[in-house]
Each structure stands twice: as C-alpha cells, then as structure tokens.
C-alpha cells in the first residue's frame, strides 16, 4: 500500500498530474476545498514568521467561513484553483480591491490578492497554470499589482513575468509585515 504522506508518492503524483486552473464559485463543496487549502497554505506561509496566537488570530478574521463566503460572492474579486488530477494544489484571488500603488496612477489596475501554490507541489507547470489564468483575467486593465512580505517564495517568479519590484516599502495587508509591491503593466497591440 502507498502512503500518501510519502514524499516520493507525492513527487511522482505531482510529476504525472493532469494540471487544469478553474474558477472557484461560492458552492458549499467549492467553499469547502478553498478553505482547507487556504488555511493549509496560510499555515505553510507563516509559521515560521508570526506567533501561533497571531497566525490562528488572523485565519479566524479573514477565513471563518461567513466571512469568507461573502468574500468569495463579492463581485471584486474572482478566485482560481489550480488542481493537479482533481486534488486543489493552488489558488490566488485576483481583486480590484486594496490601495492602488500610486505609479498606476489612473489606470485601470488589479489586484493579484493571494498566489499560492502547495510546497511539495514544485512542478513549473502548477505554477504557470495558475499565473496564465490569472493573466487572462487580468487582461482587460492597463496595469497589475501585487503587495507581498518581503520573503514571499514568488517574488522571483513575478518578476521573471515581467512585474517590476517597486523601491518603496509598505506593509502587507492585514498582517503588520514589511512588504514589497510588484507591478506589471499591460501592453495592448
């Protein structure tokens, strides 16, 4: 028998997946996969930089299921998962939400709120799923902005897509962490 928790399973699972990204809609079963995969990745994402109290603080504000679920009907924002044969690997939010960065001026601009994708999911191709649909949801604007810590893993990835880290610091969203802002403007032919 395979244990799942075996890192070569997960390895060859990952490596062999068929990868598709698709619109999350507010159905109980899609809230369900979202929230358990979000709480999972938030988890990965911070334990080694908030304090417990602080960490489980913040996925009861921004991840209790009521609030999460209006979030997630709000016409503002628009979530992705990306799965690998059927299991939820992935997601990010894009979101006309949040403090436009000052150099988009009056563009039209989004958000990308959350992009994140399992650690033991290191497959280029999870990632780049994930990234091209968020593109294509962001084509219609002049302009795409992400806020992140300073130690997020995919500053390197947006920027090898073309956003350009911003020289000042701001703070990361509801978290009081140092962050950087990425930009990407759209060029139309």
């Keep these: 028998m395979i244990d799942a928790d075996d890192d070569t399973f997960v ?4 490596e062999m997946a068929n990868i598709v990204t698709k619109f999350a809609l507010a159905t109980d ?5 979202l ?5 999972k990745l938030i988890t990965e994402k ?10 489980q603080e913040y996925i009861d504000t921004y991840y209790n299921r009521k609030y999460f679920v ?5 016409m503002s924002n628009q979530w992705l998962v990306v799965y690998a044969d059927d299991v939820a690997v992935g997601y990010a939010k894009v979101t006309s939400r949040g403090k436009v960065p000052a150099v988009l001026g009056q563009k039209r601009a989004v958000r990308i709120a959350d992009f994140s994708v399992l650690s033991e999911c290191t497959q280029s191709e999870i990632r780049e799923s994930l990234f091209e649909k968020c593109l294509s949801v962001c084509r219609h604007v002049d ?4 806020n992140e810590y300073i130690e997020y893993p995919f500053i390197d990835f947006f920027e090898s897509k ?6 000042e610091i701001s703070e990361f969203d509801e978290i009081s962490l140092p962050s950087c802002c990425l930009i990407r403007l759209n060029i139309k032919n």
Excluded: C, H, Y
Aim: glycine share 8%.
């Design 70 to 74: 209006s979030e997630m009907n709000s």
């Design 143 to 146: 302009g795409i902005w992400i």
């Design 35 to 39: 929230l358990e995969l979000i709480i």
């Design 11 to 14: 390895k060859n699972f990952i």
């Design 29 to 33: 079963a899609s809230t369900d996969v």
């Design 46 to 55: 911070f334990v080694d930089i908030l304090d417990p109290g602080r960490l």
């Design 162 to 167: 073309g956003f350009v880290r911003q020289r």
